[in-house]
């Protein structure tokens, strides 16, 4: 079946614009996971829904990321007023319910802000 | 919260060799411990996992280790092969908790021919 997909691929941005960028769970995966690697680095935990609800957003860096998962299903990360050092690529990954399900990565997302 | 160490950072090794990487961490709460291999610009892809209840899972070629007292683990790569060559990561989770995952820096596997 179709794993996990996010889009778009690669996202050019200037300092100071805002950006969303999308993740395509596994269907009948209820737990959604956005993480963010930086080069030479592994990911770091951003937030962690389940179901529509987050969970546990305790890893968003500041109040300029913001992620939403209104139907239980796809999700959006939003960034607003990007700074250079949010160049990175963004990964979603998702669980069957959560816990100690194995998480399934999707290929993420390049975020260049110039 | 959770810190992860890995070491070494990078480990060249003879193709039918061994390898083994090595992961510390903080949180004694932790309980699930990944292990993921990530090839240059693919995804992060689980490769073995352990939960705090065994001490060792092998599969094939691959094995990890766990010692709680000493809140360690280890990722063993037996006869080792030149599509073992990629970045594995280790990682802790603390299931109950924030059960997101942290992730140790990496180890760059490379296997000499």
């Known amino acids: 079946g179709a794993g996990v997909s996010q889009t778009p691929s690669n996202k050019v941005t200037e300092k100071g614009k805002y950006v969303e960028l999308r993740c395509d769970p596994i269907?009948?995966?209820?737990?959604l996971y956005w993480y963010r690697q930086s080069l030479g680095q592994g990911p770091e935990f951003l937030i962690y829904?389940?179901?529509?609800?987050?969970?546990?957003d305790s890893g968003l860096p500041n109040d300029r990321f913001f992620a939403v998962r209104p139907e239980g299903s796809v999700s959006t990360l939003k960034i607003q007023r990007t700074e250079r050092g949010d160049s990175a690529v963004y990964l979603c990954?998702?669980?069957?319910?959560?816990?100690?399900?194995?998480?399934?990565f999707g290929p993420g997302t390049r975020l260049t802000v110039l | 919260g959770e810190n992860v160490e890995q070491h070494p950072s990078t480990l060249s090794v003879q193709e039918g060799d061994s390898a083994v990487i090595k992961c510390t961490y903080s949180d004694s709460a932790s309980n699930y411990f990944p292990w993921y291999k990530q090839e240059l610009g693919k995804r992060p892809q689980l490769i073995i996992d352990?939960?705090?209840?065994?001490g060792e899972k092998k599969d094939q070629r691959i094995a990890v280790t766990l010692n709680k007292t000493a809140k360690h683990f280890s990722l063993h790569i037996t006869e080792t092969q030149p599509e073992d060559s990629a970045v594995y990561f280790c990682a802790a989770s603390s299931v109950g908790g924030a059960d997101g995952l942290t992730f140790g820096k990496g180890t760059h596997l490379i296997i000499q021919p």
């Open positions: 829904f389940q179901g529509t609800g987050a969970a546990d």
């Open positions: 352990i939960r705090s209840n065994v």
């Open positions: 269907s009948g995966h209820t737990a």
């Open positions: 990954a998702s669980s069957l319910t959560g816990g100690i399900n194995e998480q399934f």
